[in-house]
């Protein structure tokens, strides 16, 4: 993985000097800006700049709202629990004179670009990168294959093996597995749990890469001031809802940011989208997520993109969830293994240090956390579902009096 230029939040001329082209990704619905520092033969003779390759990208530019600090602590927790594989982000603030740098020459290569795809692609995202509070400078991952790539057209899914691939892959079903608890921890649910195949990234050797990683570890005083309701799961303001909906269980929605709760008119459909959590409670169940949301998923989208392709065999999903439900458990026993005593305290160190260099978060509560981490601890001492619930709710309402 070539490293980020360690002076990189200091580039100022140097975004117009050295960058040789660049380009917006065509995945994600805002996606990234693949950037090449070295010379790949400029335009070729047709005019085409197809010999600028992702996976010769120097770096990778993502635009954010709001403080980074949920991304570093999702970074940092993927690697340390789910073994995933950083692109070690690097802030630059909007505010700066480096982003204005930076964003100039974006604009530069948007208005410059001759691909017709290309340009309408940067006509769509282009306003996210000068509009975001921060922009984030990524190692590009090499060798990057994503889930939804293997269910596709037909030809494509044959030629890479289709699902079948990806299901008899015991390393990555393994590792995806191993994600999936770390995930739950900080509440990501816009990858596996609640499936987008989009962010399911991984490489060749079966290793899994946190690409579009962020917390959506809820707070609890933001949704009770809220009143557009976007963060969707509450059903009163009471601590006990919140630990039900926004901690235990899966499908709620990330805190709406100021910008989402401005832009939101009541009854209007196009509301803002925020992205959905995942609840700890998922990972000690993981057949009913397996068969309810990963395999149903797939096997809609089989059909969808190849309708005359059969499902792998019963065999096949079984062994592969063997697999993966191995790595859940791993995953877990990661989690009490690196999440106690003086990790805890180094942990605990980072998510503050991070707090107060980017600033804090809606959706990087750290009570929110503490519980989840609480909870796996209840489970693998042997209580219930049940019981660890009770525990946590009550343990909640102790600490956080007045609401
Ligand atoms: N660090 C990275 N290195 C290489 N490719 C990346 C990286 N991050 C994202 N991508 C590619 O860009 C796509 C969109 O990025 P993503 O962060 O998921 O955007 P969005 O938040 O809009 O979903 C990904 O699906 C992946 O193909
Ligand atoms: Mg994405």
Not at 386 to 400: E, P
Request: hydrophobic share 35%; glycine share 8%; proline share 4%.
């Amino acid at each position: 993985m070539p490293k980020i230029p360690s002076d990189i939040q200091k580039w100022n001329k140097r975004w117009s000097t050295d960058i040789k082209y660049c380009r917006p990704s065509s995945g994600g619905a805002v996606g990234i800006v693949y950037v090449w520092t070295q010379n790949l033969g400029w335009q070729s003779a047709n005019g085409s700049y197809a010999n600028y390759e992702p996976k010769d990208a120097a770096f990778v530019i993502k635009p954010i709202q709001g403080s980074a600090a949920p991304t570093k602590f999702a970074e940092g927790i993927l690697s340390k629990i789910g073994g995933a594989q950083s692109p070690n982000s690097v802030p630059i603030k909007r505010s700066t004179i480096h982003a204005q740098s930076l964003v100039n020459m974006l604009f530069r290569f948007s208005n410059s670009e001759t691909d017709a795809t290309t340009k309408a692609r940067w006509q769509a995202v282009f306003h996210h990168y000068q509009h975001a509070d921060a922009l984030l400078i990524q190692e590009t991952q090499k060798g990057i294959q994503e889930l939804g790539d293997f269910y596709k057209a037909d030809e494509y899914a044959k030629q890479n093996g289709g699902l079948e691939k990806i299901l008899t892959n015991e390393t990555l079903m393994t590792n995806l597995g191993k994600l999936f608890a770390a995930d739950a921890l900080i509440g990501k649910g816009d990858r596996l749990s609640n499936m987008n195949t989009g962010n399911i990234a991984f490489d060749a050797q079966g290793q899994v890469l946190a690409i579009d990683s962020t917390t959506i570890l809820t707070n609890f005083q933001t949704i009770v001031e809220d009143t557009t309701n976007l963060a969707t799961g509450l059903m009163s303001n009471d601590t006990n809802n919140w630990v039900s909906a926004h901690i235990h269980k899966s499908d709620y929605n990330a805190n709406p940011t100021i910008g989402q709760q401005r832009a939101f008119q009541p009854g209007v459909t196009s509301a803002p989208v925020l992205p959905p959590g995942a609840g700890i409670s998922e990972i000690f169940d993981v057949k009913t997520w397996w068969t309810q949301k990963f395999r149903r998923e797939l096997e809609a989208k089989l059909k969808q993109h190849c309708p005359t392709a059969a499902s792998p065999d019963e065999n096949t999903w079984f062994q592969a969830e063997l697999w993966f439900t191995n790595g859940v458990n791993m995953g877990i026993q990661q989690i009490d293994m690196k999440l106690s005593g003086l990790n805890w305290l180094m942990i605990k160190n980072k998510y503050k240090s991070f707090v107060s260099k980017y600033g804090g978060d809606p959706n990087l509560d750290w009570m929110n956390f503490k519980v989840r981490r609480r909870y796996v601890k209840l489970r693998n001492k042997g209580f219930s579902d049940d019981q660890a619930l009770t525990a946590i709710k009550q343990y909640v309402s102790q600490r956080m009096p007045g609401f």
